[in-house]
């Protein structure tokens, strides 16, 4: 082996992972997220890992296929003798595991952590959850086994997945052992063929699907518009519909009624009774339950007392009673009818053998087991045939026994039911029907009123009318399976998935409600406010999240921060909700990635120092990555609304989805040229005109005039320039879902910076005599922007006292400045802390702040600090007199806003100024 040089000998370590769900920092396909620290790895290229690539090719040679980089077969293969990261290698193996699995994918990528050196984000796509996280566990597993003893041991494997699914998990795995577990995870979690093949034709659709179960319950669509399914059963099987086919004799009865041919039938309740009814019918019988389903129980082609009560004793299990019919001539087959139309024909045949002279039934059996079709249930194309009571039955009926070697040539029936779930096979039939068995297969399922039916058909001649040949409809089933269609043993695979899609959402209907997503540093929940309200005033239910909560047409329906990809889906999963207004937080983009796939308007209002030195995200740079991540997700018809006036929002163009809807406040004369190039090409901006105080939309051409700024309350005649651009903002994206210029306008002059409308974002109280200002302004730039409005508002000879505070969590120089802009502002400020202070010691960031006041020169005099909020706005509502103006920068809002409707003022005022330079800390109450 060839020798590296030395590095700090720790085992390599799992840091953490992510499960993107949607677009995300990374890629714009869901995939998983695992951070490893390579550790003594870090210096061992896979060249230099002896025997690593030979064993890892022998027990995986499926990666010979991985193109890499080099995008063809081989180019992974090359990559790993010509050395690459150990990182780079789990990506591979996690994809080729799932592969394997019966989960194909092929997307991946492993980056180095800038400014960490030695780690790497590995990211692989993946189709399932669960199957994901267990192949990005297993595959670094299997890596870490191969690795010479002394590199190996990787650390924090349970980072990745919890090991209860699996205790095999815990052992040094090799690689069949690991697909082994993750087919085993795929038999639990995998959907079934037809379900599968309903969700593939939804998403070529460009539907949304959601699982809401672990069976194959589906939410397909979004909000107002979405449907929702179970296999081949759609929220339009009527109830009385499924119970109608489920009762066989009365399902008979309707279908006589109409004109269908079917055969005669009883429905008895003992063995004598089955037997008895048998003898009235004549010729041959079918014994089936009443209410069975999937072939379990039936038995055709019986003509003696002894072998009906056989069968009574094999159906009796799988139904309320049993009945005895007819069995009428001809082949088996089942007819697809959607939406009233014949969409496929399938012919069964019962499952069976061919003799060789040679081995027993079993071992035939066992053989036909053996096709790669074959599975248990409904998870693959065909199923297993099993040797249960049934299939020993028929068996007995042909004088023979699972040991029974039958002659050469000799065809053994093992089921008499030509059914798929009891391992029967199918023939596409489908351009073979004739026209009147077809009208016969629809008329039987509109008269029994099921969108979605399995007409089965006995024929002797599918291609001529049984009114002619004898023959008829035997049952009509809901929630028939589609499998026999989809892959059929011989003939054309059908897609018959895409007729029931199309039936749920037909030419010209929406799956999706129009998704507004909007982010940036400041004035997010302000422009999601204010678009929810232009767009109510439309008439239409609104849902909308911010960190206050989840509002669905002006409702909260859940309190608390609620900017993430989980409170998104809430609404977009709300039957009443028809437009989604949705807050994007850096947290839950880095977290999660984006709760859609796409939107239709995507917002990036600004992107200014916060946050900044949080999960990876160190720099101004690395924040505008996060948030175009919103851009890049608008759709291709949708508007990317994006502020002309921040350096690094202009540059998300580039990536951006849609067209480009520039926002800015330097419009008329003062418009830059480049805005004014793209207005003069027929692009789309909304500008604020200074010299006519005007709100100006640009779209091909054409100008309109949304609004004057002074009529707009949450601008206060103007003054609060943020919020004129925040209107600016709201105006662009619901131009953006179709509202008309002078209708966004009408609707802004109504919209207020009330605490009803608007909570914690520029809300103000008068009762007092004095005027309180309660504005959430946590971050730098926020304060500046309310620090100017304060200034050009400010009362004539009162003061201005302000309550101050910023999260621990922010960098050490965003905290300082807090404090050097509230001495700019503010003539007396109380800075106060949150109530964890986010992994800072109590009193640090009263401190910061002080520091950051006092390195401006102002007087300590000015200062206090006060640890609890509610003792922080007490102390500021107290020293205010008539006249004055205080500002609170609250994190509890409604607590807050309840204290100042319930202020009363005392006659004793707050002491102000400190006995020595600094700020004098009160010990926390209680």
Request: charged content about 25%.
């Amino acid at each position: 082996m060839s020798v590296a040089p030395m590095v700090e000998d720790r085992p390599p370590e799992v840091l953490e992972r992510s499960l993107y769900r949607g677009p995300h920092l990374y890629s714009a396909r869901p995939m998983v997220r695992i951070r490893l620290d390579l550790g003594r790895l870090e210096l061992w290229p896979t060249d230099r890992l002896g025997a690593f690539s030979t064993r890892l090719l022998q027990a995986l040679p499926g990666l010979d296929r991985h193109g890499c980089c080099y995008g063809e077969p081989g180019g992974f293969v090359r990559r790993l003798r010509d050395g690459t990261w150990f990182g780079h290698v789990v990506e591979h193996v996690a994809l080729e595991l799932q592969t394997r699995a019966g989960t194909p994918v092929t997307r991946g990528k492993t980056r180095s952590v800038r400014g960490r050196p030695g780690v790497y984000d590995i990211l692989f796509a993946y189709r399932d959850e669960t199957t994901a996280l267990l192949a990005g566990r297993l595959a670094l597993q299997i890596c870490d086994a191969l690795l010479p003893p002394a590199l190996g041991g990787v650390r924090g494997l349970e980072r990745i997945c919890a090991d209860n699914l699996d205790p095999r998990l815990v052992e040094a795995v090799l690689a069949d052992k690991a697909v082994e577990i993750l087919r085993d995870a795929v038999r639990r979690t995998a959907f079934g063929p037809s379900t599968q093949a309903l969700v593939d034709a939804a998403r070529r659709k460009g539907v949304p699907v959601e699982r809401l179960n672990t069976q194959s319950l589906l939410r397909l669509g979004w909000g107002s518009r979405q449907r929702r399914l179970r296999a081949s059963v759609t929220d339009r099987t009527g109830l009385i519909a499924a119970e109608l086919a489920g009762d066989k004799a009365q399902a008979k009865a309707m279908l006589e009624s109409v004109g269908c041919p079917t055969a005669r039938g009883e429905v008895v309740r003992t063995a004598d009774e089955a037997a008895v009814a048998a003898r009235r019918l004549g010729g041959r019988v079918v014994v089936k339950p009443l209410d069975g389903n999937h072939g379990r129980g039936v038995t055709t082609g019986l003509d003696t007392p002894e072998a009906v009560r056989r069968a009574f004793d094999l159906a009796a299990p799988h139904g309320r009673k049993v009945i005895v019919e007819q069995e009428l001539p001809g082949r088996d087959y089942r007819v697809l009818v959607v939406d009233g139309r014949v969409v496929a024909v399938a012919e069964r045949r019962p499952p069976c053998i061919e003799g060789d002279g040679r081995r027993s039934v079993a071992e035939l059996v066992a053989e036909v087991n053996s096709d790669p079709r074959r599975g248990v249930g409904h998870e693959n194309s065909l199923t297993l045939v099993r040797l249960d009571k049934g299939t020993l039955a028929v068996l007995a009926d042909q004088k023979l026994e699972p040991e029974s070697v039958p002659e050469a040539g000799r065809q053994v029936l093992l089921r008499t039911a030509a059914n798929l779930s009891s391992g029967g096979t199918a023939i596409d039939r489908t351009d073979d029907i004739h026209p009147a068995n077809a009208a016969i297969a629809r008329r039987a399922a509109l008269a029994l009123g099921l969108d979605v039916a399995g007409v089965d058909l006995l024929a002797p001649d599918i291609r001529r009318s049984v009114r002619d040949t004898g023959g008829g409809v035997v049952e009509v089933n809901a929630a028939p399976g589609l499998r026999m269609h989809l892959a059929p043993s011989e003939g054309k695979a059908r897609d018959v998935a895409r007729p029931i899609i199309d039936m749920l959402f037909p030419r010209g209907a929406r799956s999706r409600i129009p998704v507004v997503a909007v982010t940036g540093t400041n004035g997010k929940s302000t422009v999601g406010r204010m678009i929810a309200h232009v767009l109510r005033a439309e008439g239409r239910a609104v849902g909308l999240t911010n960190t206050s909560g989840v509002y669905v047409d002006g409702e909260r329906t859940r309190a608390g921060d609620a900017s993430g990809p989980r409170s998104a889906r809430m609404v977009l999963n709300d039957p009443t909700v028809d437009v989604a207004v949705l807050e994007c937080a850096r947290g839950g983009i880095l977290r999660e990635g984006l709760a859609f796939d796409r939107c239709d308007v995507g917002c990036v209002l600004n992107v200014q120092p916060d946050h900044l030195g949080l999960k990876g995200v160190d720099t101004l740079e690395d924040l505008a990555r996060v948030k175009s991540v919103v851009a890049e997700s608008v759709s291709r018809r949708g508007l990317s609304v994006l502020n002309a006036d921040d350096p690094l929002t202009l540059r998300m163009a580039r990536h951006a989805g849609g067209r480009v809807c520039w926002f800015s406040m330097r419009g008329g004369t003062e418009a830059p040229g480049f805005l004014l190039k793209h207005v003069a090409e027929g692009g789309a901006a909304v500008m604020f005109n200074a010299q006519t105080g005007t709100l100006e939309l640009h779209d091909r051409g054409e100008r309109h005039r949304v609004a004057q700024a002074a009529d707009l309350p949450s601008t206060l005649g103007g003054a609060a320039a943020f919020n004129v651009a925040n209107a600016l903002a709201a105006a662009a994206a619901c131009y953006g879902v179709g509202v008309p210029p002078e209708r966004i306008g009408r609707a802004l002059t109504s919209f207020t910076s009330s605490y009803e409308q608007n909570p914690g974002r520029l809300n103000i109280n008068d009762q007092h005599g004095f005027r309180v200002i309660m504005d959430y302004a946590h971050n730098p730039d926020g304060l500046r922007a309310l620090g100017n409005l304060v200034a050009a508002t400010r009362p004539a000879g009162g003061k201005v006292i302000a309550m101050i505070s910023i999260p621990g969590d922010r960098r050490t120089q965003e905290i300082a400045a807090m404090g050097e802009i509230s001495a700019e502002f503010f003539d007396e400020v109380v800075f106060r802390e949150t109530p964890d202070n986010r992994g800072r010691p109590a009193g640090e960031v009263i401190r910061l702040l002080a520091e950051g006041a006092l390195r401006t020169g102002a007087d300590a005099s000015r200062f206090r600090g006060v640890q609890k909020e509610e003792d922080a706005v007490a102390a500021c509502l107290e020293a205010a007199r008539p006249g004055d103006l205080v500002v609170l920068t609250p994190t509890r809002i409604e607590a807050v806003w309840e204290q100042i409707l319930a202020f009363r003022p005392r006659p004793v005022s707050v002491a102000r100024g400190l006995d020595a330079p600094g700020v004098i800390l009160e010990p926390p109450h209680g």
